[in-house]
C-alpha cells in the first residue's frame, strides 16, 4: 500500500503525510512490523533546543548562532503530544521517554508528565514514563518532575576529566553541574538512575575506567555506548568506534565482572554485574553488534512526526493529520498501516554507502 507524498516547508526533514486506511482492525495492544518486532516504547522529543553543543550530536560547526530552531508554532502542543500518545498507548506502547535536544528546556515538562502519568494501558497498568537529560536544570526541576510521576531518569555524562567533558559539550559547562543534577535526582527519590557515556577513540575512551569506578557502589548505571553514525553532522567514522566488548575488556581489567541476564526482552544494554556484587554496568552495541532484530521502540519528533528507526531519513507527519482535523479513529488507523510496514534494519545493514545517507539529526528526534 503506497504513502502519498506531500511537499513541506521542511525541506530537510521533508514529511511524509500518512494514508489512512479505509478499513483497519481496532487496536489491540500487540502491533507487530514486517519482521514480528511488537511495538512497545515511543520516544517523545518535546524540543530541538539544547544548552550543550555535544560534537557527537549537535556540533558548532552546524548549530550554531545562526541555526534557526522550529518555531513554538510547529511545536506539538502538551495537548496534542498527550493525544499521540494515548494511541500509541492503544497499540501496545507501555513505555514513554521524554527527549529532545534537552526536555527540560521546554518550558513547564512537568504538566506533560502529569498529562501522561494519567494514561493507563488496555489493561489499566501505569505507564513507565522516563526522561534523558544532561541534568544541568535537574535541581530546579526534579522535585516537580518526580511529584509530576516521572518514573526513571536517565543522564548523559560523557567524561569526569573536567578538560574532556567541557571539551565535548563545546559549551564550557562543568562536570560537577551534571553531578549535582545526578544528586538532586537520587534526593529526590530517583533510585538506578542511568548515566549515558558516548565513547570516541581518541576523545574520551581513556575515562571509561574512571567513570566505572566513579558510580561502583553508588547503585546507578553506568551505560557505555559506541559511537553512532546518528545525522549527518558528527563526522561518524567506523575507526572513532571503541566496541562494547574493549570496554568491557577495559572495565573487567581493573574491577572483575560477570555478564548478567537481560530484565527483558529486546533490552537494548547488555548488562554486566561487578563480581564483588556492587553494582552493574551496560555496553550499547549498536555498531558492532546490532540489535534491530529485537527493535520495539518508534521516536516522534518536536513537530510531529513519526520515525520508525533512530537512523532514518524521514519520517510521517502525524502533525498533519491532527490539524488537519482527522479524528482518533483515522490516525490511529494510520499508525498501525506505519508500524505493520516498517521493515527497519539499518545497524544490520549499515556499510560505507548507507551511513553516507542523509539521516535525521538526533537533537531533532532524541536519542
Given amino acids: 500500500m503506497s504513502i502519498n507524498i506531500i511537499p513541506t516547508i521542511d525541506l530537510l526533514y521533508a514529511g511524509q ?25 515511543l520516544r517523545i522529543s518535546v524540543t530541538d533546543r539544547c544548552n550543550f553543543r555535544c560534537t557527537y550530536c549537535m556540533p558548532k560547526e552546524v548549530f550554531g548562532k545562526g541555526y534557526q530552531y522550529l518555531p513554538q508554532s510547529e511545536l506539538l502542543s502538551f495537548d496534542e503530544i498527550t493525544r499521540m500518545a494515548r494511541l500509541f498507548v492503544a497499540h501496545g506502547v507501555t513505555k514513554i521517554r521524554l527527549t529532545g535536544g534537552e526536555p527540560l528546556l521546554r518550558k513547564n515538562l512537568e504538566v506533560l508528565v502529569k498529562m501522561l502519568a494519567a494514561l493507563k494501558t488496555p489493561d489499566d497498568k501505569p505507564l513507565d514514563i522516563a526522561l534523558t537529560t544532561n541534568a544541568t536544570l535537574l535541581p530546579k526541576k526534579v522535585k516537580a518532575l518526580k511529584a509530576a510521576g516521572l518514573n526513571r531518569i536517565t543522564v548523559s555524562l560523557d567524561s569526569l576529566d573536567e578538560v574532556t567533558f567541557r571539551a565535548m559539550n563545546d559549551v564550557n559547562f562543568p562536570v560537577a553541574d551534571v553531578l549535582k543534577g545526578i544528586d538532586a535526582a537520587h534526593g529526590a527519590g530517583f533510585s538506578a538512575i542511568k548515566i549515558n557515556m558516548v565513547v570516541k577513540k581518541g576523545v574520551n575512551d581513556q575515562d571509561v575506567v574512571a567513570m566505572a569506578r566513579h558510580f561502583k557502589g553508588s547503585g546507578h548505571i553506568v551505560r557505555f555506548i559506541e559511537f553512532m553514525d546518528v545525522g549527518s553532522s558528527n563526522g561518524w567514522r567506523m575507526k572513532d568506534v571503541i566496541s562494547s566488548a574493549e570496554i568491557v575488556r577495559m572495565v573487567n581489567a581493573d574491577m572483575p565482572l560477570v555478564q548478567a541476564q537481560s530484565n527483558y526482552s529486546g533490552e537494548v544494554a547488555k548488562r554486566w554485574n561487578y563480581a564483588d556484587g556492587s553494582g552493574e554496568i551496560g555496553v550499547i552495541s549498536s555498531v558492532t553488534q546490532a540489535f534491530c532484530s ?5 521516536r516522534l519528533s518536536t513537530d510531529g512526526k513519526l520515525y520508525t528507526c533512530l537512523f ?12 488537519s482535523g482527522k479524528s482518533d479513529m483515522q490516525i490511529t488507523r494510520a499508525i498501525g498501516l506505519i508500524w505493520n510496514q516498517r521493515e527497519d534494519r539499518y545497524s544490520q545493514l549499515r556499510t560505507e554507502e548507507t551511513t553516507g545517507r542523509k539521516k535525521v539529526e538526533m537533537s531533532y528526534i532524541g536519542g
Fill in 294 to 298: 529485537t527493535c520495539t521502540r518508534t
Fill in 312 to 323: 532514518a531519513q524521514s519520517g510521517h507527519d502525524l502533525r498533519a493529520l491532527m490539524r
Fill in 17 to 41: 503525510v500518512p494514508l489512512i486506511p479505509a478499513y483497519a482492525p481496532a487496536p489491540n495492544g500487540q502491533m507487530s512490523d514486517t519482521r514480528g518486532r511488537l511495538l512497545g516504547d
